[in-house]
């Protein structure tokens, strides 16, 4: 079965840094295109980071220069190391596996993981 | 960055009735659009990609339709499951941007 778990979210001071994980499973990461989605409390949702192989990932306007996406093949897990946290970052964050071929639409999702940005 | 706009922002409708979700993208997004059912306290769910194709395992009484700018979800009979939240996805340019949301409520 095809499965995604995040994990590391937490509460966190502005300006802290926090590395979310994404334990994937039924599937291999090294050859999969993968997402961060966010979700802020009661809002919608947003894109944050893409990752696929050995191309340049891509990030929104909101998280660039701030947020890293990378992936360990050896742990098949996909990482998000999150500096300079602000308030506005508070929201679950999401994985999301995309569907092949470069669609980037996401048909598998963890459940998520809460970060909290607040003093 | 591509806009997406759903309308409306809440649909009241009852079990049986047709549900007709709009998203309209501020550029031109061809056919490159998904549709998401959100359920409260729980991850997305892909329902349509490519406009009008469904995901696997998605009822047939979703379907998608639309190009260019402006996009349709249709839910051709509510069942009591179908009460959730609905998205749309653009993939034509990074950044992938999601619509606002549509909530579909029992009357």
């Given at each position: 079965e095809v499965q995604l778990v995040e994990s590391g979210g937490g509460f966190i001071p502005p300006g802290g840094s926090l590395r979310l994980s994404c334990a994937a499973s039924g599937f291999t990461v090294s050859s999969s295109s993968l997402s961060w989605v966010r979700q802020a409390p009661g809002k919608g949702l947003e894109w944050v980071s893409h990752i696929y192989g050995g191309d340049f990932p891509t990030y929104g306007d909101s998280v660039k220069g701030r947020f890293t996406i990378s992936r360990d093949d050896s742990k098949n897990t996909l990482y998000l190391q999150m500096n300079s946290l602000r308030a506005e970052d508070t929201a679950v964050y999401y994985c999301a596996k995309e569907v092949g071929g470069g669609f980037h639409y996401m048909d598998v999702w963890g459940k998520g993981t809460t970060v909290t940005v607040s003093s | 960055e591509i806009v997406l706009t759903q309308s409306p922002a809440t649909l009241s409708l009852s079990p049986g009735e047709r549900a007709t979700l709009s998203c309209r993208a501020s550029q031109s997004v061809s056919h490159y659009l998904a549709w998401y059912q959100q359920r409260p306290g729980q991850a997305p769910r892909l329902l349509i990609y490519e406009a009008s194709s469904r995901a696997t395992g998605v009822p047939a009484r979703f379907s998608g339709s639309g190009s260019g700018t402006d996009f349709t979800l249709t839910i051709s009979s509510l069942e009591p499951e179908d009460f959730a939240v609905y998205y749309c996805q653009q993939r034509?340019?990074?950044?992938l941007t999601f619509g606002g949301g549509t909530k579909v409520e029992i009357k």
């Open positions: - | 034509a340019t990074w950044p």
